[in-house]
């Protein structure tokens, strides 16, 4: 099998899409708690959470730079051990794809095409996912590398749309009523750091392991900016009332304005560039996902499992969520935080408590070897 | 890599086979079969039934040439349609529309949501909401209250257009931009306005003239009189305009405002675009027209002694446009005189606010949103007192205007060239 190699580079575009495609597809920080017109700061808030979440995920794999976290995991807890916490990290992979591809056919329903069957968009987006994902993380990689400019420009012409029709009143009074609401609606934007599980599984293809830490933080800052530039832009020209009341806010606010007389309904750009990050964020999840199970499974190749695995992944997608209330119900901050917490932060504290006492008194020498090999 | 070469054929062969089905989709919409609708207004009728209006713009229409005289012969179409149906809910009312509809209507392209003022008195959040949920409706375009008889106003045949509702979309925004009678009548700041604490929405008013009304006033001229044809008709005048507002305390309508109280609101909520300012000249030797150039407002609340107090900073700057005075009694346009005219200047932009203040407050309606500035400054004074008594509160607020006006150019002349 030969090894495959992305750039970080390429890790950081990755990484910062499938942020961004969350922000632009719900902006939880405004839909799920009671912040309303502090959302921005609670995007602010926010952000130090998911950087821990990158160092907890992304420091213990840059100690295993050979090893995906299934591998090391084992190594760890043994093997038992280490088989029942990947369960772990695998089911997140699927079902965190499965809704967010979920929450793009719902938007299509509700806003574009009412009566295609969810399932076809559901399963157009997992097949062109899986096709990437049998090409291989390179691939994908470097699709991530050939959308970042238009996903980058749609966001950035959207928010630029918007000057116009801002209003800065909306965003006013700042804090009246404590941090109580911000911190409410920073919980769910937090726990969705659980994304940064993919470092487990790619860092041991980067160029430059030792670094996946630091590419992971670029790319969170950056989707982080977005985040907040998002959600004042929206508070802005919505209001925090309509803002909070809306399923998919930053749709509702590009419907709203107008650039120009000639220039209106932009709202195509936003569920292009949506698309595009949907792709990305399935086919790196996929990728993930097989290879996990086959690491698993002790098979030597991941890609036969990708069939089967599309199709679970349908099926989960269409079958986990009677409607849209139940989505937005399970990113209600008391159902999503502990739901993060337990699949992806404890696995990890689990993960390190064995490594520091298993590591405490040899030293860390034997796993940090610095090395560099130049992209295939 | 034998894997994905492999695998690349066969999906692509798998694509191949999907291009099938792309070829039209299934739930396809030719053109011919739509229409699409330009403006919709809604209206309550005697059994409380929402009643849908709508403009289609008919697509069989031929443009150009000789409209205006429209013989009538053959497949002679006329450029817009007017429908109407009822419902118990506005979706039902809009949903209805088809029954008489023989194209598929479409509301993507909407330019003008008007309510009658039945409705606009009974509650007009439901079609507001509607606004906000539907996936064709959007909230970029203009709005207003029609004083008058709705249907008569989307019948009348506007000289300038072929289609009522780019007549109305254009005079809402023309007039708002020209004169500032007119609050913002744009939809998104409806819904802004309603959700905000301490504001109230404030909306355009479209007034209904007879078209009788208009011809008798341009009736008397003498061309008309010599022309032969008896059943050709004298120009009709405008069948609309739109000036003052229409204001509401919640979602229900309470009362008008005239053209100048409208724009004193639009003095105090920085909206104000353009306009102009007739000011008397001192010793009552004429009158002077002051167009507005430039303009800023900001409502700053105190609190003092208890009381919470709001004051209204206006920076305005004018431009003396002309000047009405027997040629004989030209003024001298010095320093002196200057002063003075801006001193009346301010007098009068001070008057029209406290004008359009005392309106709402008979009105019992915040239209200014000087509720939302306490909000704003003062949430806990705000959420813990203000917020349950406002109306009341707002009756007995006291605001001081401040008006800073300067008259800095005086157009292409000096002063009045004196007369013989």
Same mark, same amino acid.
Request: with cysteine.
């Given at each position: 099998m030969t090894t495959e190699k992305i750039h970080n580079r390429q890790l950081v575009f990755m990484l910062f899409m499938i942020r961004s495609t969350v922000t632009i597809a719900t902006l939880p920080v405004l839909t799920t708690?009671? $912040?309303?017109?502090?959302?921005?700061?609670? @995007?602010?808030?926010? !952000?130090?959470?998911?950087?821990?979440?990158? !160092?907890?995920?992304?420091?213990?794999?840059?100690?295993?730079?050979?090893?995906?976290?299934?591998?090391?995991?084992?190594?760890? +807890? =043994?093997?038992?051990? =280490?088989?029942?916490?990947?369960?772990?990290?695998?089911?997140?992979?699927?079902?965190? @794809? /499965?809704?967010?591809?979920?929450?793009? $056919?719902?938007?299509?329903?509700?806003?574009?095409?009412? +009566?295609?069957?969810?399932?076809?968009?559901?399963?157009?987006?997992? !097949?062109?996912?899986?096709?990437?994902?049998? +090409?291989?993380?390179?691939?994908? @990689?470097?699709? @991530?590398?050939?959308?970042?400019?238009?996903?980058?420009?749609?966001?950035?012409?959207? !928010?630029?749309?918007?000057?116009? /029709?801002?209003?800065?009143?909306?965003?006013?009074?700042?804090?009246?009523?404590?941090?109580?609401?911000?911190?409410?609606? $920073?919980l769910t934007p937090a726990a969705l750091g659980n994304q940064s599980l993919v470092l487990g599984?790619?860092?041991?293809?980067?160029?430059?392991?030792?670094? $996946?830490?630091?590419?992971?933080?670029?790319?969170?800052?950056?989707?982080?900016?977005?985040?907040? +530039?998002?959600?004042?832009?929206?508070?802005?020209?919505?209001?925090?009332?309509?803002?909070?009341?809306?399923?998919?806010?930053?749709?509702?606010?590009?419907? /709203?304005?107008?650039?120009?007389?000639?220039?209106?309904?932009?709202? /195509?750009?936003?569920?292009?560039a949506w698309g595009m990050g949907i792709f990305i964020n399935l086919a790196v999840f996929l990728y993930c996902g097989a290879r996990g199970v086959s690491q698993i499974a002790k098979i030597h190749d991941y890609r036969p499992l990708i069939g089967p695995m599309a199709v679970l992944w349908v099926i989960l997608s269409v079958h986990t969520y009677d409607d849209l209330l139940d989505l937005v119900k399970f990113f209600q901050p008391q159902i999503f935080f502990p739901y993060s917490m337990t699949t992806t932060i404890l696995p990890y504290l689990l993960l390190w408590a064995a490594y520091l006492i298993?590591?405490? =008194?040899?030293?860390?020498?034997?796993?940090?070897?610095?090395?560099?090999?130049?992209?295939? | 890599m034998p894997m994905p070469g492999r695998h690349f054929l066969k999906t692509t062969a798998v694509l191949c086979l999907l291009s099938l089905f792309a070829s039209g989709c299934w739930d396809n919409r030719e053109p011919e079969w739509l229409a699409s609708s330009l403006l919709l207004a809604f209206d309550l009728d005697e059994e409380n039934m929402y009643k849908a209006i709508v403009v289609l713009a008919n697509p069989l229409f031929q443009g150009g040439g000789d409209v205006g005289t429209g013989s009538g012969g053959g497949g002679e179409k006329l450029p817009f349609w007017v429908h109407s149906a009822r419902g118990r809910t506005p979706f039902e009312a809009v949903l209805n529309l088809s029954q008489g509809t023989s194209r598929q209507i479409r509301?993507?392209?909407?330019?003008?949501?008007?309510?009658?003022?039945?409705?606009?008195?009974?509650?007009?959040?439901?079609?507001?909401?509607?606004?906000?949920?539907?996936?064709?409706?959007?909230?970029?375009?203009?709005?207003?209250?029609?004083?008058?008889?709705?249907?008569e106003l989307l019948r009348a045949d506007f000289p300038l257009e072929f289609l009522p509702s780019t007549a109305i979309d254009r005079l809402l925004r023309i007039t708002s931009i020209e004169r500032s009678i007119i609050p913002d009548s744009r939809l998104l700041t409806k819904f802004i306005e309603f959700t905000r604490p301490g504001e109230e929405m404030i909306l355009a008013r479209l007034k209904v003239l007879s078209q009788e009304a208009g011809q008798g006033k341009q009736g008397e001229d003498q061309q008309s009189q010599g022309q032969e044809s008896p059943g050709q008709k004298h120009p009709p005048g405008a069948p609309a305009e739109v000036t003052g507002a229409a204001v509401f305390r919640g979602e229900k309508m309470v009362g008008w405002m005239d053209g100048h109280e409208t724009r004193g609101?639009?003095?105090?909520?920085n909206t104000l675009e353009r306009g102009a300012v007739i000011i008397e000249l001192p010793g009552k030797k004429g009158l002077a027209t002051i167009e507005i150039i430039k303009m800023q407002s900001?409502? *700053?609340?105190?609190?003092?002694?208890?009381?919470?107090?709001?004051?209204?900073?206006?920076?305005?700057?004018?431009?003396?446009?002309?000047?009405?005075?027997?040629?004989?009694?030209?003024?001298?346009?010095?320093?002196?005189?200057?002063?003075?005219?801006?001193?009346?200047?301010? *007098?009068?932009?001070?008057r029209e606010c406290e004008r359009?203040?005392?309106?709402?407050?008979?009105?019992?309606?915040?239209?200014?949103?000087?509720?939302?500035?306490?909000?704003?400054?003062?949430?806990?004074?705000?959420?813990?007192?203000?917020?349950?008594?406002? *109306?009341?509160?707002?009756?007995?607020?006291?605001?001081?205007?401040?008006?800073?006006?300067?008259?800095?150019?005086?157009?292409?002349?000096?002063?009045?060239?004196?007369?013989?």
């Amino acid at each position: 099998m030969t090894t495959e190699k992305i750039h970080n580079r390429q890790l950081v575009f990755m990484l910062f899409m499938i942020r961004s495609t969350v922000t632009i597809a719900t902006l939880p920080v405004l839909t799920t708690g009671t $912040a309303e017109q502090d959302a921005w700061l609670s @995007a602010i808030v926010s !952000l130090p959470a998911t950087l821990l979440t990158i !160092l907890l995920i992304g420091g213990l794999a840059v100690k295993f730079p050979e090893e995906t976290v299934i591998e090391y995991s084992r190594k760890l +807890l =043994g093997k038992t051990g =280490g088989t029942i916490i990947s369960f772990f990290f695998l089911w997140t992979f699927l079902y965190t @794809a /499965a809704t967010e591809v979920r929450i793009y $056919a719902e938007l299509l329903n509700t806003g574009l095409f009412p +009566l295609t069957p969810l399932i076809f968009l559901v399963s157009s987006m997992v !097949l062109l996912a899986a096709v990437a994902a049998v +090409l291989g993380i390179e691939t994908i @990689a470097r699709t @991530a590398d050939a959308l970042i400019f238009f996903y980058i420009f749609f966001i950035t012409a959207s !928010l630029l749309g918007a000057v116009k /029709a801002f209003d800065h009143i909306n965003l006013q009074p700042v804090l009246s009523r404590g941090f109580g609401p911000v911190f409410s609606s $920073a919980l769910t934007p937090a726990a969705l750091g659980n994304q940064s599980l993919v470092l487990g599984i790619l860092v041991p293809t980067l160029t430059t392991p030792r670094k $996946a830490v630091t590419s992971a933080v670029l790319a969170a800052l950056l989707s982080g900016t977005v985040l907040i +530039l998002s959600s004042i832009t929206v508070v802005g020209v919505l209001g925090p009332k309509i803002g909070s009341s809306s399923i998919f806010p930053f749709f509702l606010m590009t419907r /709203a304005i107008e650039i120009s007389r000639f220039i209106e309904r932009i709202e /195509a750009l936003v569920v292009i560039a949506w698309g595009m990050g949907i792709f990305i964020n399935l086919a790196v999840f996929l990728y993930c996902g097989a290879r996990g199970v086959s690491q698993i499974a002790k098979i030597h190749d991941y890609r036969p499992l990708i069939g089967p695995m599309a199709v679970l992944w349908v099926i989960l997608s269409v079958h986990t969520y009677d409607d849209l209330l139940d989505l937005v119900k399970f990113f209600q901050p008391q159902i999503f935080f502990p739901y993060s917490m337990t699949t992806t932060i404890l696995p990890y504290l689990l993960l390190w408590a064995a490594y520091l006492i298993r590591h405490a =008194g040899r030293g860390e020498k034997k796993y940090i070897k610095k090395r560099r090999i130049k992209p295939g | 890599m034998p894997m994905p070469g492999r695998h690349f054929l066969k999906t692509t062969a798998v694509l191949c086979l999907l291009s099938l089905f792309a070829s039209g989709c299934w739930d396809n919409r030719e053109p011919e079969w739509l229409a699409s609708s330009l403006l919709l207004a809604f209206d309550l009728d005697e059994e409380n039934m929402y009643k849908a209006i709508v403009v289609l713009a008919n697509p069989l229409f031929q443009g150009g040439g000789d409209v205006g005289t429209g013989s009538g012969g053959g497949g002679e179409k006329l450029p817009f349609w007017v429908h109407s149906a009822r419902g118990r809910t506005p979706f039902e009312a809009v949903l209805n529309l088809s029954q008489g509809t023989s194209r598929q209507i479409r509301f993507s392209h909407i330019l003008v949501l008007l309510f009658s003022e039945r409705l606009a008195r009974a509650g007009i959040w439901p079609v507001l909401e509607l606004f906000q949920r539907h996936r064709e409706l959007r909230a970029n375009i203009q709005t207003a209250v029609v004083d008058g008889d709705l249907e008569e106003l989307l019948r009348a045949d506007f000289p300038l257009e072929f289609l009522p509702s780019t007549a109305i979309d254009r005079l809402l925004r023309i007039t708002s931009i020209e004169r500032s009678i007119i609050p913002d009548s744009r939809l998104l700041t409806k819904f802004i306005e309603f959700t905000r604490p301490g504001e109230e929405m404030i909306l355009a008013r479209l007034k209904v003239l007879s078209q009788e009304a208009g011809q008798g006033k341009q009736g008397e001229d003498q061309q008309s009189q010599g022309q032969e044809s008896p059943g050709q008709k004298h120009p009709p005048g405008a069948p609309a305009e739109v000036t003052g507002a229409a204001v509401f305390r919640g979602e229900k309508m309470v009362g008008w405002m005239d053209g100048h109280e409208t724009r004193g609101q639009n003095w105090i909520r920085n909206t104000l675009e353009r306009g102009a300012v007739i000011i008397e000249l001192p010793g009552k030797k004429g009158l002077a027209t002051i167009e507005i150039i430039k303009m800023q407002s900001k409502i *700053e609340p105190k609190i003092n002694g208890g009381e919470v107090m709001i004051t209204v900073e206006i920076m305005t700057e004018g431009r003396l446009q002309d000047l009405v005075v027997s040629p004989g009694e030209t003024p001298r346009l010095d320093k002196d005189f200057d002063q003075t005219l801006e001193n009346r200047f301010a *007098e009068s932009i001070r008057r029209e606010c406290e004008r359009s203040f005392a309106r709402a407050k008979e009105l019992k309606a915040d239209i200014f949103g000087f509720g939302n500035a306490i909000y704003r400054r003062f949430p806990r004074l705000w959420e813990e007192d203000l917020a349950g008594r406002w *109306e009341e509160a707002f009756c007995q607020l006291s605001v001081e205007f401040l008006v800073e006006a300067p008259i800095k150019r005086s157009g292409m002349i000096f002063t009045s060239p004196p007369g013989k």
